[in-house]
């Protein structure tokens, strides 16, 4: 199972991000831990400079602006 935070304070872009991580995940069958993760100190603790932001297993992955579809099913291609 994975890991996946979504870093941010909850605009639409980090609602649509974590919307797709979720829709994405579930469309390749691959078990996800879901976390929103939206507490400002706690988002900095990443040193990521734009939201929303994506951590797998404790990796950032991606950081400012709704990740490309094709990006998001790449994270878990592997996983399948």
């Known amino acids: ?3 996946v935070k979504i870093l ?5 872009n980090c609602q649509t991000t974590l919307s797709l991580v979720e829709e ?5 069958g691959v ?3 879901l976390e929103k993760v939206d507490l400002i100190q706690d ?3 990443y040193r990521i400079m734009a ?12 950081s400012g602006g709704v990740p490309d ?3 998001v099913e790449g ?3 592997a996983a399948r």
Request: hydrophobic share 40%; glycine share 10%; net charge positive.
């Open 1 to 3: 199972m994975k890991n």
């Open 43 to 45: 988002i900095m603790s």
């Open 24 to 28: 994405v995940a579930r469309a390749q």
């Open 69 to 71: 579809r094709k990006k």
């Open 51 to 62: 939201t929303p932001g994506v951590v797998i297993d404790g990796e950032v992955v991606h």
């Open 75 to 77: 994270w878990f291609a």
């Open 31 to 33: 078990p996800i831990e």
């Open 8 to 12: 941010g304070t909850g605009c639409r």
